[in-house]
């Protein structure tokens, strides 16, 4: 791999020790992949930093870097924690985990992390067009390649946690102009019209993909959170996260038909076999659950007008960016006087907050397909006016 004076210096250690360590790694890595160089990311995002999901060797990792006075060189942001900082005692962890939990947030804020516990870092930061980035977190990753055009792969949490120490990544997959440009043409014979459609939508063509950039004829302007519900389904099912939407992405320059090596049509039976595969129909919901990803204000504004009275209990996640911004618009009051309970720095995935077996109503496809595997949980797919509206 070609390196500049510059990156020849960090891998030399003259930079220090957690620059070289990070360097090597993402050099090793980046040669295995084939890539030819190194290229300058702007913004890092972690994922893996949930206690409950990375246990001691991720602690250790972590706190390894930090004691060898690692400090990133570009933003940083980080992914939800365990629990909410808030209200610990909520999420059913001992206080061992507590403690090691707190043990991680202050490795990485040691580091230059930006404190966010949010999957959503684009409404902390907006990339551009053409940005590079190191991105973990999958849903992340998938909406920035698709609604803002910015480069990066769907990246693990350590990697992307050394491309900050560096302010690089190795220029490979979907960096790289060729990569973005779709092999497969998907349509549907249907408008899509609500979030829980967009995530199976983005569940069956992750699936159909088959690693494959893909482009979707789409006649309509889809509303910002049935693009949120693509991006995290398509991220559950495959590995290339970039789909071109018509009249959402802007990268539909890249579609040449010459390129287009299969042609698919989704119709409402795809997504109905889809939906049987993920839910439970025989159960009767005990708890309704949205923000998977975590809740922007549009949709925080939304839940304010369609949800009424309703006989079970509603929560919500976002991050404590959007709380604050909730706060000022008088959307936490409005929905608390609606019974709805809001938590901020994780969700259900990360977490303890939903018992094994019990079932819960979301509009999220990929919330659906992790609480089923991960947590053991039972769940129902309906959309924000299903739930007491």
């Not at 990246?155 to 220029?171: F, K, M, V």
């Not at 199976?200 to 509303?223: C, D, H």
């Not at 996260?241 to 409402?268: A, G, H, M, Q, W």
Request: overall charge neutral; glycine content about 8%; aromatic content about 10%.
């Amino acid at each position: 791999m070609f390196l500049s004076k510059k990156e020849e210096r960090i891998l030399e250690g003259e930079e220090g020790e957690a620059a070289r360590l990070a360097m090597r790694t993402i050099v090793k890595v980046g040669e295995a992949l084939g890539a030819s160089r190194l290229v300058e990311i702007e913004h890092a995002h972690v994922s893996g930093v949930s206690y409950l999901n990375i246990g001691d060797p991720g602690l250790e990792f972590i706190e390894h870097l930090a004691n060898l006075d690692a400090r990133i060189r570009v933003f940083g942001t980080i992914n939800p924690l365990s629990f909410d900082l808030d209200s610990p005692h909520e999420f059913n962890i001992t206080v061992e985990e507590y403690e090691k939990q707190l043990r991680i947030i202050n490795a990485l804020k040691k580091m230059g992390f930006n404190p966010t516990f949010t999957c959503t870092p684009y409404y902390i930061r907006k990339p551009s067009l053409g940005e590079h980035l190191a991105w973990g977190e999958s849903s992340a990753v998938a909406y920035v390649n698709i609604v803002y055009g910015a480069r990066t792969n769907k990246e693990g949490g350590p990697i992307a946690l050394l491309s900050a120490i560096i302010g690089r990544i190795y220029y490979s997959g979907l960096h790289l102009t060729e990569n973005r440009i779709p092999r497969v043409y998907f349509k549907t014979t249907f408008n899509t019209s609500n979030t829980v459609e967009a995530g199976l939508l983005g569940y069956i063509i992750g699936k159909l993909s088959k690693g494959r950039t893909a482009y979707l004829e789409n006649n309509i302007q889809w509303k910002e959170s049935w693009v949120k519900a693509y991006a995290a389904a398509i991220g559950t099912t495959s590995d290339n996260p970039l789909t071109i939407i018509e009249n959402v992405s802007p990268e539909t320059n890249l579609f040449n038909k010459e390129y287009i090596e299969d042609k698919i049509t989704i119709t409402r039976e795809d997504l109905e076999e889809a939906y049987n595969e993920l839910v439970d129909n025989s159960s009767q919901e005990q708890v309704v659950f949205f923000g998977c990803p975590h809740l922007g204000l549009e949709e925080l504004r939304e839940l304010v007008l369609t949800t009424k009275g309703y006989d079970k209990p509603i929560i919500v996640s976002t991050s404590r960016y959007i709380y604050a911004k909730a706060v000022e618009e008088n959307l936490v009051k409005k929905l608390e006087e609606k019974g709805i309970k809001i938590i901020k720095d994780t969700c259900p995935i990360v977490s303890r907050l939903f018992k094994p077996n019990t079932t819960v109503k979301t509009n999220s496809t990929k919330a659906s397909f992790y609480l089923k595997r991960l947590r053991k949980v039972k769940t129902i797919l309906s959309d924000y006016g299903e739930t007491g509206g």
